[in-house]
């Protein structure tokens, strides 16, 4: 199996980006992704989506054959056909790894998705068999726990991990796929941050589904309090859990 060059590849377009007097961040824009990405790229830890080496190759005013060769080509230097077919293998093998990587990430949130609503289930039995009554926990732990499990099968299962690309382009506040629809005012979502809000996402919809079950059960059983204002509970929990973290990330990656 051919495989490109990390380190040469990454050398290529650090030179031809200082060549042209650009820093990493300008580069970064022309591209819409976020500087570490290139940062990453020049020291040979990844390698570009391949659907971003035509981009690249504009911008740095080479070739995307030069690209993958991670070195200028003479235009009276014909390539043979054998090392074009090592090129042409490379770049799908590129497109190949980039597919088993997103299926190998989807497996993952499966399982995580899957213990957590095992876990809140089992919390669940644990409450009523400790003399709890299911009309009490019904506008609490079974109405947080479930929108959050609800909403982590979206973030889990469903959700796309690339955006489409007019989500680059333009200054698009809001994601919508069907019916979900999330929308946070003064973020810009695009390709480079969209993958690290949809982890923040998951993890906190996860995470509050299966600590909430707990939470109330130390309130109500430890401290003997039944008249906890749940819905405004619900509420700090989801802004302060949730959205905050995805305005810090979004901003950061945007």
């Not at 079974?142 to 333009?170: I, Q, R």
């Not at 003064?186 to 390709?191: E, P, Q, S, Y």
Request: net charge positive; aromatic share 10%.
């Amino acid at each position: 199996m051919y495989q490109i060059n990390n380190q040469k590849f990454g050398e290529f377009i650090s030179g031809l980006r200082k060549a042209q007097n650009m820093t990493q961040r300008e580069l970064a824009e022309c591209l819409f992704v976020s500087d570490k990405t290139v940062s990453k790229w020049e020291r040979g830890l990844s390698l570009p989506n391949v659907s971003l080496l035509i981009p690249i190759a504009d911008v740095l005013g080479v070739t995307v054959t030069e690209l993958l060769k991670g070195e200028r080509i003479a235009k009276e230097q014909p390539l043979d056909m054998r090392e074009v077919e090592v090129l042409v293998t490379c770049s799908v093998d590129l497109s190949v790894q980039e597919q088993e990587k997103r299926q190998a990430n989807k497996k993952k949130w499966l399982a995580a998705y899957i213990c957590s609503t095992v876990m809140t289930a089992a919390e669940i039995a644990f409450l009523l068999s400790s003399g709890i009554q299911i009309a009490e926990i019904k506008d609490s732990v079974l109405l947080v726990s479930g929108l959050m499990l609800l909403f982590g099968s979206w973030f889990c299962l469903l959700a796309k991990e690339t955006l489409p690309t007019y989500y680059d382009k333009n200054k698009i506040n809001y994601i919508s796929d069907g019916i979900f629809r999330m929308n946070v005012p003064g973020v810009r979502f695009n390709n480079s941050n969209w993958p690290h809000v949809l982890n923040v996402c998951r993890i906190w919809t996860l995470a509050l589904a299966v600590l909430f079950p707990i939470f109330y059960y130390l309130t109500v059983k430890i401290i003997g309090s039944k008249d906890l204002v749940f819905y405004d509970i619900f509420i700090v929990a989801v802004v302060l859990c949730i959205f905050v973290p995805i305005i810090i990330i979004a901003k950061k990656y945007e």
